[in-house]
């Protein structure tokens, strides 16, 4: 009888290796590819698991200036895995033990916001790994292992490979540390945060200033010689492709708060030679 046991539970753990979802954006910095991450602010399954069908590379789920819960991101990642994209999921500045319950969840990916300086990323690192790599603790009954269905030393292995650490370069202190950040191993992106950068540097909203194009150039330049990938926000399809000519393996791109402004505006101005009139209090 417990022979038969052993056989059931090995013979459904198979199956849900089978069918456990990899990650494409490991998948991609693997094989020298860029990833494409959307950003959703609004806080609706739905949402979530239609662009994950989409299939997009990954869904960038910030819980730094937004006041979803845990439980809140967790339901929208549970959403996401009936598609194929990535959940990136952006904790507060100095969040380290919620990193932990993030990935149980089913993150594949934090993003770290303001890092200042190389022991920063290395606690940062420290908390997303497991032994040895870091000090991250074993839980097994959530959905990142999935629930059980793999041994410790196996899971942890794989989540340690799987799991991608990005570290967001958007203060003057991260800055001038970022070629000391991007040698600490574990970190896979730097990605440059322009508008804090762009407050923090006395240029606030000038994207195009030389000191913001300068911090571009040095956050490329300390990624490419650490053979980790770079990235940043994108404002425009062709700001997209001067990202890709420029070596930038990650690209985020558009929000659904804009989506449905520009939308909305564009209804506006499609329809007011009809006569309707818009009590618009946006400006």
């Given at each position: ?95 380290f033990l919620r990193m932990g319950r993030l990935l149980e969840a089913g993150a594949d990916a934090i993003m ?172």
């Amino acid at each position: 009888m417990a022979d038969a046991i052993v056989l059931v539970r090995t013979r459904f753990i198979l199956l849900l290796k089978a069918v456990m979802r990899s990650s494409r954006i490991r998948h991609n910095l693997n094989n020298n590819l860029p990833s494409l991450v959307t950003t959703l602010h609004f806080l609706d399954e739905a949402l979530f698991e239609m662009t994950s069908l989409m299939g997009f590379d990954g869904i960038w789920l910030d819980l730094e200036h937004h006041s979803g819960s845990d439980e809140t991101a967790a339901r929208m990642m549970r959403a996401v895995r009936c598609g194929t994209s990535d959940v990136v999921v952006r904790p507060a500045k100095g969040e380290f033990l919620r990193m932990g319950r993030l990935l149980e969840a089913g993150a594949d990916a934090i993003m770290y916001p303001q890092c200042d300086n190389a022991a920063e990323a290395e606690q940062l690192v420290q908390w997303i790994k497991f032994p040895p790599m870091g000090r991250r603790g074993f839980d097994g009954a959530n959905a990142d292992v999935p629930y059980f269905s793999q041994p410790i030393s196996e899971y942890i292995a794989e989540a340690n490979q799987r799991n991608v650490v990005i570290v967001q370069i958007e203060t003057a202190a991260g800055l001038d540390a970022v070629e000391s950040i991007a040698k600490v191993p574990g970190v896979d992106i730097l990605m440059m945060g322009p508008a804090d950068l762009s407050l923090q540097l006395g240029v606030p909203g000038q994207f195009e200033h030389a000191l913001l194009r300068d911090a571009q150039h040095r956050i490329a330049l300390a990624a490419q010689e650490n053979h980790i990938a770079w990235g940043r926000p994108a404002g425009s399809v062709n700001q997209v492709q001067q990202l890709l000519d420029q070596g930038a393996k990650w690209i985020c791109f558009g929000a659904d708060i804009v989506f449905v402004k520009s939308a909305l505006e564009k209804m506006q101005a499609d329809l007011k030679p009809f006569g309707f009139e818009f009590k618009n209090q946006l400006g």
